[in-house]
């Protein structure tokens, strides 16, 4: 397979990994209980650190939960195929890879601009951001086209992210508080999502996220954005190509 070929597909997968606001989690039932050693299925939240690595706010109460902290093994699956007549013929990703608590700030605050109904429990005690290490990925990306990828696919290096983190909130701000107009362009024109207050929730090597409320899109860069002068230009090429 060409080298073009490949990134192509592993930067398709990372940015229908990145585009999902929720996964479903499968974790293994923790011993003990009537389905232990089990899959076990769940409904959550989900953002991303820069480098591609999946971030959950879940609480300790729950059974997820419990189970990771007995196993830290766990599966996501990214589902692309809303909107498609026959949904067997649309893009997902099914990830594997292990689970562990960070206390980390900024990935908490990554989360947050993309779940900001999670404020109102996010400082509860029981509640705690956690970090998946992806090691393994199976992408169907239409019918029959079918891939498996690793974990260098799906997690970018330092060197792709390192550069433009200290840069991310102010070119989130930026955008955000003189470039509204350009936001609703991207939405509307280039991604035909209606019109509506959308603002940027989050930027990343791959592309950046919009919201309008409720609603959610996704826009992919052409290139690889390794630093704020990177990510600048393409905002700019996809405003040309908006019509801003």
């Known amino acids: 397979m060409a080298d073009d070929e490949r990134a192509g597909r592993a930067a398709a997968a990372r940015n229908l990994m990145r585009g999902c606001t929720h996964a479903t989690l499968a974790t293994l039932s923790r011993p003990g209980g009537l389905t232990e050693g089990w899959p076990s299925p769940s409904l959550v939240s989900v953002g991303f650190a820069l480098d591609g690595s999946p971030l959950l706010l879940i609480s300790a109460l729950a059974d997820h939960t ?3 902290l007995a196993d830290p093994r766990c599966g996501l699956l990214f589902d692309g195929t809303v909107g498609h007549a026959d949904r067997l013929t649309g893009p997902r990703l099914s990830v594997q890879g292990r689970a ?14 993309r779940h900001p109904s999670a404020e109102a429990y996010a400082g509860f005690d029981d509640f705690t951001l956690w ?57 509307t024109c280039l991604l035909e999502q209606p019109a509506g207050d959308w603002r940027l929730t989050g930027i990343d090597p791959d592309g950046c996220d919009l919201a309008a409320g409720p609603i959610t899109a996704r826009l992919p860069f052409a290139i690889r954005a390794r630093d704020a002068d990177m990510a600048r230009a393409e905002l700019i090429r996809l405003a040309a190509r908006a019509g801003a």
């Open 131 to 187: 970090r998946v290490t992806v090691t393994h990925g199976h992408l169907v990306a239409g019918f029959g086209r079918i891939h498996s990828l690793e974990t260098d696919a799906l997690r970018l290096p330092p060197a792709d992210w390192q550069e433009l983190a200290p840069r991310h909130d102010d070119i989130v701000a930026h955008m955000n508080q003189d470039h509204a107009d350009t936001l609703a362009l991207y939405a």
């Open 66 to 68: 419990r189970n990771l």
């Open 100 to 113: 562990e608590r960070s206390g980390d700030p900024a990935l908490l605050c990554r989360f947050l601009a």
